[in-house]
């Protein structure tokens, strides 16, 4: 029973491992000179390649997102001549993960090439786990309003319950958005 419960605990912590955030950026940019922003509608990838452009319970989760995160960092949102534009890219695909271990490794476990697997002490068998999970995929690009080059992107990937979940979009948002601005 310890056995079990100590594998279940090492496949929780190991599926909060799987939670990635990359940055990259153009490293020729002064982001000071940023104070404005503007967010625009992103796009939604759902099973099958399908695109959703009009998820309204997606655009406003990440815009409250972003919009939270942007003023604490000091820029105001404006509609009207934006020195950034702030668009998004999300997706999901389910995921599965097989792992094993074996239950009776017997005495000579580093030895069992020779006497077979367990040694000489009788069957030997592996246990199997089969986990099934979603995993969510959320880019946010930031745009210059005036050249409409790539300034900053964030890429997000991590297992979610729910895929509109305003959880998963604001811990993403606040991971991404601890790198900007850049430090050059």
Same mark, same amino acid.
């Given at each position: 029973?310890?056995?079990?419960?100590?594998?279940? +605990?090492?496949?929780? =912590? *190991?599926?909060?491992?799987?939670?990635?955030?990359?940055? /990259?950026?153009?490293?020729?940019? &002064?982001?000071?000179? $940023?104070? !404005?922003?503007?967010?625009? *509608?992103?796009?939604?990838?759902?099973?099958?390649?399908? !695109?959703?452009?009009?998820?309204?319970?997606?655009?406003?989760?990440?815009?409250?997102?972003?919009?939270? &995160?942007?003023?604490?960092?000091? =820029? !105001?949102?404006? &509609?009207?001549?934006? &020195? =950034?534009?702030?668009?998004?890219? +999300?997706?999901?695909?389910?995921?599965?993960?097989?792992?094993?271990?074996?239950?009776?490794?017997?005495?000579? #476990?580093? $030895?069992?090439?020779? #006497?077979?697997?367990?040694?000489? @002490?009788?069957? %030997?068998?592996?246990?199997? @786990?089969?986990?099934? #999970?979603?995993?969510? !995929?959320?880019?946010? /690009?930031?745009?210059?309003?005036?050249? /409409? %080059?790539?300034? @900053?992107?964030?890429? +997000?990937?991590? %297992?979610?319950?729910?895929?509109?979940?305003?959880?998963?979009?604001?811990?993403?948002?606040?991971?991404?958005?601890?790198?900007?601005?850049?430090?050059?």
């Amino acid at each position: 029973m310890k056995t079990k419960l100590f594998f279940a +605990a090492l496949m929780l =912590l *190991s599926a909060a491992a799987m939670a990635q955030v990359h940055v /990259d950026f153009d490293k020729h940019i &002064d982001f000071k000179k $940023y104070k !404005t922003f503007k967010f625009e *509608s992103g796009k939604v990838i759902r099973k099958l390649g399908v !695109t959703d452009t009009d998820n309204r319970f997606m655009d406003a989760n990440v815009k409250e997102a972003v919009t939270r &995160d942007l003023e604490a960092k000091g =820029l !105001t949102p404006s &509609d009207t001549h934006p &020195d =950034l534009i702030i668009t998004y890219l +999300a997706g999901a695909r389910e995921k599965q993960e097989v792992q094993n271990y074996i239950s009776n490794p017997g005495f000579f #476990y580093p $030895y069992y090439r020779f #006497y077979g697997l367990g040694g000489w @002490w009788g069957p %030997q068998w592996n246990n199997f @786990w089969v986990s099934r #999970y979603e995993e969510g !995929t959320l880019i946010i /690009d930031i745009l210059d309003a005036r050249t /409409d %080059q790539l300034v @900053w992107r964030s890429y +997000a990937v991590a %297992q979610i319950n729910n895929f509109n979940e305003a959880k998963f979009v604001e811990k993403e948002v606040s991971k991404s958005f601890k790198h900007f601005p850049p430090k050059v």
